[in-house]
């Protein structure tokens, strides 16, 4: 075989592999683009910029179409929060804000089967379940995967005890530490807005002190004093 042939077998595998690549990555790459407008609309709505009630039903087709075409966390947790931030605009109690919430849960159990390691993801769907009047059980089991798969992500810990105080009483003794965790991590990072909270009335003071008098009485000695 000529080294003119060889080049040739080369040049033609090599062009191959190449077309069997773009081939495979394709679709990630249409999903990924098509996707586009609803991490833009995420992202500006985080920066203060709420994405407008009209335009919900094209992002929420939009990330449906992405997941058609790719099958992924990323787009199903979007999805997720579509759902949920259009009930914010009409009312939770209603036929169409719980269908909206059934929407929403839907897509974020799907986005933590592909992906657990989801903190924020596991919080939201907590939320979803107290929303919608789910059984105590299932709020305190989402809500503590979200704890132990991110105990310390700072722009969870206010919303997360949020709910936890709110639950409290429903946690096992043994699970309770991760409770009075996150009320030390909160304490810590965030004592001004906690303080504030608390005096709104928002974080119930009655069940902070008795959460945290026997196994933190110099904290819950703080707490009483500075609130």
């Known amino acids: 075989m000529t080294i003119r042939i060889k080049l040739i077998l080369h040049l033609s595998l090599a062009a191959s592999f190449a077309v069997v690549t773009i081939l495979l990555s394709y679709p990630r790459l249409v999903s990924s683009l098509s ?21 919900f039903p094209a992002l929420i087709g ?100 949020d709910l936890a105080l709110r639950y409290t009483s429903y946690f096992e003794q043994e699970d309770l530490p991760i409770v009075r965790d996150q009320v030390q991590l909160a304490w810590h990072l965030f004592q001004a807005p906690m303080l504030e909270l608390i005096r709104s009335g928002a974080f119930d003071k009655k069940t902070l002190l008795r959460l945290m008098a026997d196994s933190h009485p110099e904290l819950a000695i703080e707490l009483q004093d500075e609130s």
């Open 62 to 161: 939009i990330a449906k179409n992405a997941n058609q075409v790719l099958d992924r966390a990323h787009y199903w947790q979007g999805l997720g929060w579509l759902y949920f931030l259009q009930v914010n605009s009409s009312n939770y109690k209603t036929q169409e804000g719980k269908q909206l919430l059934s929407e929403a849960q839907i897509a974020f159990e799907t986005s933590l089967k592909k992906s657990p390691a989801d903190p924020a993801a596991w919080l939201r769907l907590a939320w979803i379940h107290a929303l919608l009047n789910h059984d105590y059980s299932l709020v305190v089991k989402t809500l503590s995967m979200s704890f132990y798969t991110g105990r310390a992500e700072r722009l969870l810990i206010l919303n997360r005890l």
């Open 35 to 55: 996707y586009l407008p609803v991490d833009a609309a995420l992202k500006r709505h985080w920066e203060d910029y709420p994405i407008k009630k009209d335009r």
